[in-house]
Structures are given as C-alpha cells and as structure tokens.
C-alpha cells in the first residue's frame, strides 16, 4: 500500500489536466487533493485496524509491537494533511 500510494507518480492513464499530476503520488490525486473524504478515512483506517489486530494475535511482544509501530508510522505518517506535496530529504522529488 505504501508504494502503490506515496511512491508512484503520475496517473497511467491520459488526463486532461495537462500533466499537473504527474509530479504527484497517487494519494495526493486522489479525490482532487480535498482531505478527510470517505476514501481517505478508510485507507487510514485500515492499517489502524490491522495495527491493532496484529498486536493483539502477538500477545503484545515487544519486537513485533515495535515492527508492528514501525510500519504503522511509515505508512501513517505521510496520509497527513501536512505532508501534502512534501519530499523529505527530497526523496522522489522528480
């Protein structure tokens, strides 16, 4: 889910927005860029949901809670409305 929303630029299809998009990912294509949509919720969502049952199936153990944290973070972090458009480190700026 990480690659396929916050790596990927571009659209692979044809748009008629002149190529605006394609120095964007697809999660900030999505739904125009307009934040906190149905479609947004469920996909920060759904890794909450597996965050938590993974956790739980684990017992809590310390070294899957920290991978388990990790990850959440990794894929969480950038569905922010702040990091709309930004590259850190300028990772995938072109």
Do not use: C
């Amino acid at each position: 889910m990480y690659l396929f929303l916050h790596t990927v630029k571009g659209t692979p299809f044809e748009t008629p927005d002149q190529g605006k998009a394609r120095l964007l990912t697809h999660w900030e294509q999505m739904d125009y860029g307009v934040q906190f949509t149905s479609s947004r919720k469920f996909l920060t969502i759904s890794p909450i949901v597996l965050y938590i049952l993974a956790s739980f199936y684990t017992k809590y153990d310390p070294t899957h809670f920290l991978i388990n944290t990790s990850s959440l973070l990794s894929v969480l972090l950038p569905k922010l409305p702040q990091f709309h458009g930004v590259r850190i480190f300028g990772i995938n700026k072109y």
